[in-house]
């Protein structure tokens, strides 16, 4: 509250004490009625003088209250005034240069009056008007009077009251007029603006000296005590004794000669509140012990700071008590008086003030202004004596509990209140649990939230707690100090919260937070604000585990500089399983196969080792590169080399396949696999058949055809091996004896054939693939050295008839015989090795089947191998030749068929050739003749 002092020549008499202050707001002026009847005037809100408004002879002055229901079509530019005198009451307009007056109702002896607004059908502008004995309605537009009573009750002069205040539920406006009764007692009676009463009456013991109302209480003076009555229950409720107390030092000595500020006592926290700011942003105001609250101040802000009750008691120290000051009661109390008795108390909400209802503003890191969900509250009553005025204080629960700081009853009272009032007790609470660490008992109230936004800040959590991270965002920030939020946690202006709460996190001293609190907490609010990135920062900050799960389900990708300060937590702690999850998530292959590999190199924990193998060879097809590839892929080898191969194999058409042979071919020339690791080989062997498929060139199969070679030799190192190997030949033989009908298999068809159901299937593979590049590179002109054992004697006998037969493979021997070269396997393993060959031209060799059919008269029986030889070949000889190559103990049976074919082609050839000699002859009769018809023809002509 603000009591001005001012050089004014209407003030300069010592008897000139204020009687009413008036604001003027539209014109910015006020008004101030005298105890002697003048009226001066100030400017607004510097306070100079204003000699238009020079009235006298006043006893009074009101607003003039419009009807609600007539807007005015234009904006106001002026202000209406009601002024009571001896004779009259005066309505008059109120301008910034002038008074004019607008009419005149004659009423003799008016006191004082208020203006109302009619609520009967005409609308009309009424006053409630008090002279010397009665109390009267004044119709101000039919100019009528409506008397309502005597308020004397005798012959003393005593000062009518009629105080006006809006009833809460129905909001109608009311009246309180008081009444003297027999003695001293008086009666309170309540009316509407037509004198009709709305409710019963209030006795009071003593007739007041003063009076004001303030929904739900009447505040009136009787001698050195301040008596409360509720307006509810119409009965008194509490005494408050008044005492004299001198003004301070500061108030009386204050170097400020156009506004005091007048301090209210420690007890008193909306007086304090109420004067933290001067409206003109001057620091003449503040006192010495201010001087340690003034960087809460706001000097920019034009108006003054509001009485707020939920800021003030955070602001305030414990008082000081003197020995004679009384306790105070806890609905209300007077801040300070200056004489034994109060001379008045008014209600500010009664008073023309104009409140100032705009937000606190609080500053921001950033340096911007917002508004916060504080509004400013007023103190209801003002009480004065002479040209003073004081705050005079309505404590309710709300207050008491803030002061007294019980966090039971904090806690008991919190959901009682609503709307501002319940935002700062839960904000008070949250600060008193984290003071004493009641960790378990403050998270239900941390995450409570209104309008979609936490009610506790997380920031003040954060503070208070000492903690908090913030990423780098530039190579700027790097080198700025407050790039981390630690380095400003003593900065209470950080945080969004009211002034009273912003004074109890500067003043909570750091303590030691659980760990497992803070984690639980910041996970928490993270879900309600994911784009708080210091919460994100902090979470990964304090991070008591790998906690994977979390990792997971967090959202990644947005906020690249977040992102990058949360992956370096990870890796300074070395939570590789939650970092690795980051890398898949944000496709980051590379680095993910990195820190994959370190892993490898340095795990023991076979669980672990298999999942990470699992994971990185799932990627590391996706890796470009090649260095980085094959250092994980060998690393994966060494520790598990069955799924390091199933990963070689299953990606043999990746375009990683030339680094994959290159691996494999390394890994086999530094012997990194056992001895008898024929696994590497085999797949080696895959990956060069692959090589060879897509370029058949020479050296591509003689390093296959070598590979086979070593393969083969590799598992007949175990002699059961070559045992089965030799028990195949032996098959070989008896399926192909000359006992057997023809046809008869080439020896590479039958060892495919026995590799599906033999137990050495794969030597018995290699052995057909070796002899197909061996095939190939014989055909080229490129032999390659054959083994010496007697494995390979088949390669060897390529090509040598007299070998073909002592093999057994006859097919082979009679292909040779007739085509020149061997036959390709009916089903090759490797079509490239014949698919670029000529098909062969027959061209028998008379001498290499002789041989042939020699070697067979020498294997008994002839049964099956004669009959094929003659039936077959047969026709490539001359009858005659044969007749000397055949035995004559040759069973006749054996040739039969043969011979048959020869005299069957003998007569054929016979009768071909008399036909042939006998059409000739025919021919060429007929030709002699029609030679003879056109000789005679043409001798005609």
Not at 201 to 206: G, L, S, W
Not at 550 to 570: F, H, P, R
Not at 651 to 658: C, I, M
Not at 712 to 721: A, E
Request: aromatic share 8%; with cysteine.
């Amino acid at each position: 509250m603000v009591a001005a002092t001012t050089d004014h020549p209407a003030l300069s008499s010592p008897s000139a004490a204020v009687k009413k202050l008036m604001v003027l707001p539209t014109v910015h002026r006020l008004l101030v009625v005298l105890t002697s009847g003048a009226v001066v005037g100030y400017s607004l809100p510097e306070l100079t003088p204003w000699p238009s408004a020079a009235l006298t002879h006043i006893n009074d002055i009101t607003t003039l209250r419009h009807q609600r229901q007539r807007p005015s079509p234009t904006a106001a530019n002026d202000d209406k005034i009601i002024a009571f005198t001896a004779s009259k009451i005066r309505v008059m307009a109120v301008t910034k240069d002038h008074i004019q007056s607008l009419k005149d109702i004659a009423y003799s002896g008016s006191i004082k009056g208020v203006s109302v607004v009619g609520l009967s059908q005409n609308y009309s502008n009424l006053v409630l008007v008090a002279n010397s004995t009665t109390y009267d309605v004044i119709d101000l537009q039919k100019t009528r009077k409506i008397p309502m009573g005597d308020y004397r009750n005798g012959d003393t002069a005593i000062a009518p009251f009629i105080e006006g205040y809006r009833a809460d539920g129905d909001g109608k406006d009311e009246y309180m007029l008081t009444i003297r009764s027999e003695g001293t007692s008086a009666v309170a009676m309540f009316v509407d603006s037509l004198g009709d009463a709305t409710r019963g009456t209030i006795i009071m013991d003593h007739y007041p000296s003063a009076v004001a109302v303030h929904w739900p209480f009447i505040y009136t003076v009787v001698k050195d005590q301040l008596v409360v009555y509720s307006l509810e229950q119409l009965a008194e409720t509490t005494r408050i004794p008044i005492f004299a107390k001198e003004p301070t030092e500061t108030t009386e000595n204050t170097e400020n000669t156009e506004e005091n500020i007048e301090e209210a006592t420690e007890e008193n926290p909306v007086g304090s509140t109420a004067n933290e700011e001067d409206p003109q942003g001057s620091d003449d105001e503040q006192t010495t012990n201010d001087k340690d609250d003034s960087k809460d101040a706001e000097p920019e802000s034009e108006q003054p700071e509001a009485t707020e009750a939920d800021d003030a008691n955070a602001e305030t120290t414990e008082p000081t008590q003197q020995p004679d000051e009384p306790t105070h009661d806890e609905t209300s109390s007077v801040t300070e008086v200056v004489a034994p008795i109060v001379s008045g108390v008014v209600s500010v909400d009664s008073l023309p003030f104009v409140a100032d209802d705009r937000l606190a503003h609080v500053e921001l890191v950033s340096g911007s202004d917002i508004p916060s969900a504080i509004t400013k509250n007023h103190a209801h009553i003002a009480a004065f004596q002479g040209s003073r005025l004081w705050a005079v204080y309505e404590p309710d629960e709300f207050d008491s509990i803030i002061i007294d700081g019980d966090i039971a009853k904090v806690t008991a009272a919190l959901d009682r209140h609503s709307g501002e009032r319940h935002d700062y007790l839960l904000q008070h609470l949250v600060l008193q649990l984290l003071k004493q660490q009641q960790y378990e008992e403050v998270k239900p109230y941390l995450t409570r939230i209104k309008a979609g936004k936490l009610i506790v800040p997380p920031l003040m959590v954060i503070i208070a707690a000492a903690i908090g991270h913030i990423p780098q965002a530039s190579e700027q920030s790097k080198h700025d100090e407050n790039s981390d939020l630690t380095a400003i946690i003593a900065d209470a202006d950080a945080v969004v919260v009211t002034k009273g709460i912003r004074r109890q996190l500067a003043q909570l001293s750091p303590f030691p937070p659980s760990p497992q609190f803070v984690e639980s907490y910041l996970k928490e609010v993270y879900k309600i604000t994911p784009n708080l990135s210091y919460i994100r920062c902090s979470i990964y900050a304090l991070l008591a585990k790998d906690d994977v799960d979390w990792v997971e389900t967090d959202t990644w990708g947005d906020d690249a500089v977040t992102d990058e300060y949360c992956l370096a937590q990870l890796a300074a702690k070395q939570y590789t399983a939650s970092l690795s999850r980051v890398y898949l998530r944000l496709d980051r292959i590379t680095d993910y196969c990195q820190l994959s590999l370190a892993v490898l190199s340095s795990t023991t924990d076979s669980d672990d080792v298999a999942h990470v193998i699992d994971a990185v060879l799932g990627v590391l097809p996706q890796v470009t590169d090649e260095d980085l590839y094959s250092k994980v892929l060998v690393e994966v080898v060494k520790i598990d080399k069955q799924r390091g191969y199933n990963f070689l194999r299953s990606n043999r058409g990746h375009h990683h396949k030339h680094t994959n042979h290159k691996i494999l071919t390394t890994l086999t020339d530094n012997g990194d696999g056992d001895d008898d690791d024929t696994q590497l080989l085999v797949l080696r062997l895959e990956y060069m058949e692959d090589s060879v498929s897509d370029h058949p060139t020479v050296d591509n199969a003689r390093e296959l055809f070598n590979h086979l070679v070593a393969l083969i030799h590799r598992r007949c190192l175990d002699d059961d091996t070559v045992l089965l190997f030799d028990t195949v030949v032996q098959t070989y033989a008896i399926a192909n004896a000359v006992s057997e009908p023809w046809p008869k298999s080439a020896w590479p068809d039958f060892v495919r054939g026995q590799a599906t159901q033999s137990k050495i299937s794969s030597v018995l593979t290699w052995y057909v693939k070796a002899y197909e590049a061996y095939v190939f590179l014989r055909r080229h002109g490129n032999p390659p050295s054959v083994p010496s054992s007697s494995m390979f004697a088949y390669f060897r006998a390529t090509g040598a008839i007299a070998d073909l037969l002592a093999a057994s493979d006859y097919p082979q021997a009679e292909h040779v015989a007739v085509y020149g070269s061997v036959a390709p396997p009916t089903t090759p393993y490797y079509p490239w090795a014949t698919s670029q060959l000529d098909p062969p031209v027959a061209d028998p060799n008379r001498d290499d089947l002789k041989q042939i059919l020699r070697h067979y008269l020498h294997l008994r029986p002839h049964t099956y191998s004669i009959p094929h030889f003659l039936m077959g070949f047969g026709s490539v000889f001359d009858p005659i030749d044969l007749l000397h190559i055949l035995p004559a103990t040759l069973n006749l049976v054996h040739v039969a068929e043969y011979w048959q074919r020869v005299l069957v082609e003998l007569d054929t050839k016979r009768r071909q050739a008399a036909a042939t000699k006998s059409l000739a002859k025919t021919e060429a009769k007929t030709t002699a003749d029609i030679y003879r018809s056109l000789a005679a023809n043409l001798t005609s002509d």
